[in-house]
């Protein structure tokens, strides 16, 4: 199974940006889709963007035109670039490879606050 470790997360106050980044154990070329999760607090785990190898997206209504996800294949790396952050995007980030029957990073905070 596909080990996944994010990076990236922090503090940030409102309007600012933050890039996540997702680390794999092996190269990406044979996973199909990959994406970013979240789970605000005290609610449920929620699709924020998946890529595919083809490069097709899909975004969550709440976050398109200020999240960007990518992927290089090669370098083993799933990205968010997230820009114009709102204090609701605050939140666990997970880092999903559609592999194995589904894995799972550690998930990554991200806190928009002033």
């Known amino acids: 199974q596909v080990q996944l470790v994010e990076s990236g997360g922090g503090l940030v106050q409102p309007g600012g940006f933050l890039r996540l980044s997702c680390a794999a154990s092996?190269?990406?070329?044979?996973?199909?889709?990959m994406g970013w999760y979240r789970q605000p607090p005290g609610k449920q785990r929620e699709l924020v963007a998946t890529?595919?190898?083809?490069?097709?997206?899909k975004y969550a209504d709440s976050v398109k035109g200020r999240f960007a996800i990518s992927r290089s294949n090669g370098e083993r790396k799933l990205y968010l670039q997230m820009n114009s952050l709102k204090p609701e995007d605050t939140a666990v980030y997970y880092c999903?490879?559609?592999?194995?029957?589904?894995?799972w990073g550690q998930g990554t905070q991200v806190t928009v606050s002033s």
């Open positions: 092996r190269n990406l070329f044979s996973i199909y889709e």
């Open positions: 999903y490879a559609d592999s194995d029957g589904g894995s």
């Open positions: 890529v595919t190898n083809g490069g097709r997206t």
